[in-house]
């Protein structure tokens, strides 16, 4: 009578380990990239949160000089502050610059409405005419 083999033998497990292993080695970085991109709509939010603002004190004044971008920009947060470059009568730029995490990447946004992306970690590339939001240069808006 032979006896009923129990358990798993070590073949099977190191086999196991293996495409564990394998599926965690994509599934990390794929979800580290979802997070940092999860992270990177408060900046788009606050920059184009505050650029209504600056238009609409425009539209009162017919310049920008004397524009407050601080008090119409969200509070600083654990992933990016907020700045206005020095306001002319005719231009401003809005900076969201990445802190702790999200250090590196810089966004700004103009009186024109041109978004750029003047900053970023490696891989993620930057450009002139719209706010990166996913590694390797690619833009959404």
């Not at 949160?49 to 509070?75: D, H, I, K, L, M």
Request: aromatic content about 12%; overall charge neutral; hydrophobic content about 40%.
């Amino acid at each position: 009578m032979q006896r009923a083999q129990k358990g798993f033998t070590l073949i099977e497990i190191m086999v196991s380990v293996a495409i564990v292993g394998i599926l965690m080695a994509v599934a990390i970085p794929a979800y580290s990239d979802y997070v940092i991109r999860g992270r990177l709509s408060e900046a788009f939010t606050g920059l184009g949160g505050a650029q209504p603002a600056a238009e609409q004190f425009w539209s009162n004044n017919r310049t920008y000089v004397g524009f407050n971008g601080a008090s119409n920009f969200p509070p600083n947060t654990a992933n990016f502050t907020y700045a206005l470059s020095a306001a002319t009568a005719s231009s401003y730029t809005l900076t969201a610059t990445g802190i702790g995490k999200m250090t590196g990447f810089v966004y700004t946004i103009d009186q024109n409405g041109t978004h750029t992306t003047t900053g970023s970690p490696a891989g993620w590339g930057i450009s002139g005419s719209c706010w990166v939001d996913h590694k390797g240069g690619a833009c959404s808006n």
